[in-house]
Each structure stands twice: as structure tokens, then as C-alpha cells.
């Protein structure tokens, strides 16, 4: 009797998750792509640094996009039921992992700078610094393994296992410490001036956004991080490939969202424009935040009024 041929293993966590991935990713590409319009449209006076930021996060999620898109065309097309080359992908896949950590890497360098300039401390950024080099670091060897042996994804169980947990834990770590410095640093900022209305609600708005920019990556990441010590197979594939374009997306909603401050031009520089545009503002007049401060001696109270303009537009 002739040896049966070995039995296919399910396809489901293995060529699903990238199919998955791919879907998702280019559906939160197309989001991203408006935001990006959107963001030009707007905020035309923004600094040039700020504006080349979202054009390049534009063009390495395309990169992204078009790399993992050839990578399931050929694994779904031109070698349509070869189990070696579902499991050996082509170098494309490496190309992927290359724009992922470009762009995770300069969303997460831009909260950094936004931590150094509310705290007006480089302690806490120049950690973030470190970790997103480091994961930057271990992406890179990742890139080159990938291209340079023909073990496919057997790789990230093997030899780049300890890779892959750096990897898939520095990013919600670097998420985590950042949302709580912003918001640690803001609550500061309102426990001193929190008494003034209109200051009281511009912080809560901004420790609001702090929290949801960074959940739903920090979310990602570990559920990726558990999926990969848990399960055999690729599940874990569908929320790699999806997460570069969580973390462009949540830039831009932070950028875009500044418009709902569209009546305050010193707030809408809070939020990191560097130059106010007055077309934008509905109202062409200045706005002055007061901050007072109460001190008391037996019975006299007397109240300072302390204009905050230029000031407070350095926050985030």
C-alpha cells in the first residue's frame, strides 16, 4: 500500500489570521487616508515638521499596505494550495515588518516629545526614547532573519521567539507609560487652576484623549502578545499586521480632534500645531485663561489673577 500524503492542518489560524490582517488593515488604511486629507485641509499652518510627520506615516502605512497585500497574493494566487509557501511567505512579509516599526516607532517618538513639552522633563521621554528604539532594534533583526532564511514563520517559534515577546511587549509598555505621564501631568496642571471652568473641562477633554489614543494599541499589543504564547498557529498574525495602522490612525484623530477647540486658538496650539491659523477659528478673537491663585492669612483671602496665553499653548 502507498503511503498516504500528510494532512493539510487547518487553514483557519494560519492563512485566515492573514487574511484577516490584510482586510482590516487596508479598511483602517482607507480611514487613515481621509484623516490625512483631512488633517491638510485644516490644518494648513501647522509646522512643517508636524505636516512632513503625517505625509511620511501616510506613505510607510502604504508601503505597509502594499507589502502585505503582495505577500497574500502570492500565497493565495500564484501558489494556491502549497502548504511550504503558506508557511515561507516571500520577502514582502519582512518589507511589512520594516514599515510597521517605522511607523510605530515615529508615532510613539511624537508622545515623547509631547510628555517632554507638558512635563518640561526629559526623564520619562528619553525612557520611551529607549524602549521604542529597542523594539525598533529587535523589528530590524526580525527583517533580516525573515529575509535571510527559508524557515518562514516556524522562525518566530524557534529562533526569533524571544524576539517576538520583546516586541510584542515594549509597544503596550511605551503606550501605557505614555497615556499616564499625559495624564498624570495634566491632572497636575487642573489640581492648580482646576477651579476655572472653561481651564477644568480644555483638561479633561485632553486626559480623555490621552487615555483613548493609547488604548486601543496598548489593547492590541497584548491580546497579539497572548495569542502568540497561547496558541500554535498564526492567530496571532491578524492583530501584527493591523496594529501599525492603529497606532497612524490614533496621531491622527488626536490631530484632527483639535478642531472640536476651534473657538480657543490658544488651545488649538495646546494640542501641537505650533502655529495658529486664524482662518480656522470661528471667532477672530483672543483668548485668556485665568489661573488664580488663593492664599489666606486669618481672615484676609486675597485672590491673584495670572494671565496664561502664550504659556499654556506649551502644554502637550
Known amino acids: 500500500m502507498s503511503a498516504s500524503p500528510p494532512a493539510t492542518p487547518p487553514l483557519d489560524g ?3 489570521a492573514i487574511v484577516i490582517g490584510a482586510v482590516v488593515g487596508t479598511f483602517l488604511f482607507g480611514i487613515g487616508t481621509l484623516q490625512t486629507y483631512h488633517y491638510y485641509r485644516r490644518y494648513s499652518s501647522d509646522s512643517k515638521a508636524l505636516k512632513t510627520l503625517v505625509g511620511a506615516l501616510w506613505f510607510m502605512e502604504l ?4 507589502s502585505i497585500w503582495h505577500t497574500l497574493y502570492q500565497i493565495v494566487v ?3 494550495g502549497q502548504l511550504p509557501h503558506i508557511l515561507n511567505p516571500p520577502h514582502s512579509v519582512s ?3 520594516l514599515f510597521a516599526a517605522l511607523s510605530t516607532g515615529a508615532v510613539q517618538t ?8 507638558l512635563s518640561g522633563h526629559w526623564f520619562i521621554p528619553i525612557i520611551c526614547f529607549l524602549l521604542t528604539a529597542a523594539r525598533f532594534s529587535f523589528n530590524v533583526l526580525m527583517l533580516i532573519t525573515f529575509w535571510t532564511s527559508s524557515s518562514g514563520f516556524e522562525l518566530m517559534k524557534t529562533r526569533l521567539h524571544w524576539a517576538m515577546i520583546s516586541v510584542s511587549s515594549l509597544a503596550p509598555s511605551v503606550d501605557i507609560l505614555t ?3 499625559l495624564c498624570f501631568y495634566l491632572w497636575k496642571i487642573r489640581s492648580r487652576g ?4 472653561q481651564t477644568r473641562t480644555m483638561l479633561d477633554t485632553l486626559i480623555l484623549w490621552s487615555v483613548e489614543t493609547t488604548t486601543i494599541t496598548s489593547a492590541a499589543g497584548i491580546l497579539q502578545l497572548i495569542l502568540f504564547l497561547s496558541r500554535p498557529d498564526l492567530a496571532w498574525m491578524a492583530l501584527f499586521l493591523i496594529q501599525p495602522k492603529l497606532f497612524s490612525n490614533s496621531i491622527l484623530a488626536h490631530l484632527n480632534g483639535r478642531q472640536r477647540f476651534r473657538k480657543a486658538p490658544t488651545v488649538h496650539n495646546l494640542m501641537g500645531s505650533g502655529n495658529y491659523d486664524p482662518r480656522v477659528a470661528t471667532q477672530d478673537v483672543g483668548v485668556v485663561f485665568r489661573m488664580e491663585t488663593i492664599s489666606e492669612s486669618g481672615r484676609d483671602i486675597q485672590a491673584n489673577s495670572v494671565e ?3 504659556h499654556i499653548s506649551q502644554l502637550v
Open 179 to 181: 497615556a499616564g505621564s
Open 110 to 117: 511624537f508622545y515623547a516629545f509631547r510628555i517632554r513639552r
Open 308 to 310: 496664561k496665553t502664550g
Open 63 to 66: 508601503g505597509h499596505s502594499i
Open 194 to 197: 482646576g477651579h476655572i471652568g
Open 95 to 97: 518589507m511589512s515588518v
Open 78 to 80: 500564484t501558489f494556491f
Open 14 to 16: 494560519i492563512l485566515g
